[in-house]
C-alpha cells in the first residue's frame, strides 16, 4: 500500500466512523409495537427468573464446594504475569430499599474471593477479557439500578436486573471451574470465556 | 404489565435511532427499515428473559436487528430472486436522508447505500458502528475471513465510488 493509499484508507475509516449511529425515524414507531404488544401474541417478562436464579446459585455454590476440596491440591503457578486489574464482583441490591437474600449474598462474596485468588493464573488475554465481561455487567447493572430508581418494582427492569446478577455469577463460576483442575486456563479455555 | 411496557417504552426512545439507523444502513429503504425497527423491538420484547447482559442492552438490540434484516433478506430473495440490482436502485436513498449534511457524508452515505448488501452489511456493521470482525461475522453468520474480505472489497468499492486513488496490485 502506497502512502498516498494508505491516507485515503485512514480517511475512510475516520469518515465512516464519523458518521451519525443514530438516525431518527419520520415517524413514531412506539403505537405499532404497543400494538402489537396488546395484541396478547406477546408474552411479557415472567417471574420465573427467581427460579433460574436459584438454579444458577446452586450451580456456583457447587464450584466453591468442588474448589474448596481441591485447594490444598493445586499447586501455585510459577511465573504467573502480574494481574491486570479485574473489577470486584458488583454490590449486588434490587434496587433502591432492596437487597438480595444474605445467602446468595455470600456465594457471591465467596465467589468473588475465589476468583480474586485465581485471575494470576489466568493468561493476559483471558484476564482482559474477564475484565471486560464483569466491567460490562457492572455498567449494565448501573444502568438497570438508575432504571428501578425512577420505577421501583418495575418486573420488567427487576428481571433484567436479576439476569445482570446471573450472568455474573455465571462469568465467575465458570473462570473459577476452568481454573479448577490445575490452578491455570489454557489458550483453549480461556477461549471458554465467552462475552 | 403496564409498568413493563413504560419502562420498554423508555428503552425504545433511548434506542431507536440506533436500531433503525442500522436497519436503514443494512436495507436502504426507508419503508423497510420502519417494519424492521418494529419487528426488532416486538422481538426484543419477547426475548428480554434470555437477556443476559453479557453485553450492552444496544449490542443486543442490534444482534436481534441484524437477525431480522438477514431473514426478510432471505424471505425477499426468495420470492424475488437476486435482489442485486434491486438494491442498488435504491442507493440515493440514504443521499436525501443526508441531504442536510456536508457534501462528503451525503456521498459517503449514497456510495454505502450503493454497495452489494454482503459488503454493505460487512462494512455498516464494522465500519459505521465499530463492531470487530469477530464481533461482526457471529452476527451475520459468516466466518470471520469472509467478515475481512466482505470488508476489504467494500472499501474498495466505496474508493471507487468516491474518486478515491486505488490500493496498487
Redesign the interface.
Given at each position: 500500500m502506497s502512502p498516498l493509499t494508505g491516507k485515503h484508507e485512514r480517511r475512510l475509516d475516520q469518515d465512516l466512523a464519523g458518521l451519525p449511529q443514530s438516525i431518527e425515524p419520520r415517524r413514531d414507531l412506539w403505537p405499532g409495537i404497543a400494538a402489537r404488544l396488546e395484541s396478547g401474541r406477546v408474552r411479557p417478562a415472567r417471574r420465573w427468573a427467581w427460579q433460574a436464579a436459584a438454579a444458577v446459585l446452586l450451580v456456583a455454590s457447587s464450584s466453591i464446594v468442588t474448589l474448596q476440596l481441591v485447594k490444598s491440591r493445586v499447586p501455585a503457578v510459577a511465573d504467573a504475569p502480574a494481574s491486570a486489574p479485574v473489577p470486584s464482583a458488583m454490590p449486588a441490591a434490587f434496587g433502591p430499599g432492596h437487597a438480595l437474600d444474605p445467602e446468595y449474598l455470600a456465594a457471591k462474596e465467596q465467589l468473588a474471593e475465589m476468583l480474586a485468588q485465581r485471575v494470576d493464573a489466568m493468561p493476559a488475554s483471558a484476564r482482559s477479557k474477564l475484565a471486560a465481561n464483569l466491567a460490562e455487567l457492572q455498567r449494565a447493572t448501573a444502568e438497570i439500578n438508575a432504571a428501578l430508581a425512577l420505577q421501583p418494582g418495575d418486573p420488567l427492569l427487576e428481571e433484567l436486573l436479576l439476569n445482570a446478577y446471573q450472568a455474573e455469577l455465571g462469568v465467575m463460576a465458570n473462570v473459577n471451574q476452568l481454573t479448577r483442575l490445575n490452578g491455570t486456563v489454557n489458550q483453549t479455555d480461556s477461549a471458554r470465556i465467552r462475552l | 404489565?403496564q409498568?413493563?411496557?413504560?419502562?420498554?417504552?423508555?428503552l425504545?426512545?433511548e434506542h431507536?435511532?440506533?436500531v433503525?439507523?442500522l436497519c436503514?444502513r443494512m436495507t436502504s429503504d426507508?419503508a423497510l427499515?420502519?417494519d424492521l425497527?418494529?419487528e426488532t423491538?416486538?422481538q426484543a420484547?419477547?426475548n428480554?428473559?434470555r437477556?443476559?447482559?453479557?453485553?450492552?442492552?444496544g449490542t443486543w438490540l442490534h444482534r436481534i436487528a441484524v437477525n431480522t434484516v438477514l431473514g426478510q433478506a432471505r424471505r425477499r430473495s426468495e420470492l424475488l430472486g437476486d435482489t442485486g440490482t434491486i438494491e442498488q436502485q435504491l442507493g440515493d436513498v440514504l443521499a436525501d436522508?443526508a441531504a442536510g449534511e456536508p457534501g462528503?457524508?451525503r456521498d459517503?452515505?449514497a456510495a454505502i447505500a450503493g454497495l452489494p448488501p454482503g459488503a454493505r452489511y460487512v462494512?455498516v456493521l464494522a465500519?459505521?458502528?465499530?463492531y470487530s470482525h469477530e464481533e461482526t461475522s457471529a452476527m451475520l453468520g459468516v466466518a470471520v475471513g469472509t467478515c475481512k474480505a466482505q470488508l476489504h472489497r467494500a472499501?474498495k468499492l466505496?474508493?471507487q465510488r468516491?474518486g478515491?486513488?486505488?490500493?496498487?496490485p
Open positions: - | 404489565m409498568g413493563s411496557k413504560t419502562a420498554f417504552e423508555e425504545y426512545r431507536v435511532g440506533r433503525y439507523g436503514l426507508h427499515a420502519e425497527t418494529q423491538f416486538v420484547w419477547r428480554l428473559p437477556f443476559e447482559a453479557r453485553s450492552s442492552f436522508e462528503s457524508t459517503l452515505e462494512l465500519g459505521v458502528y465499530g472499501r466505496l474508493r468516491l478515491e486513488p486505488q490500493e496498487q
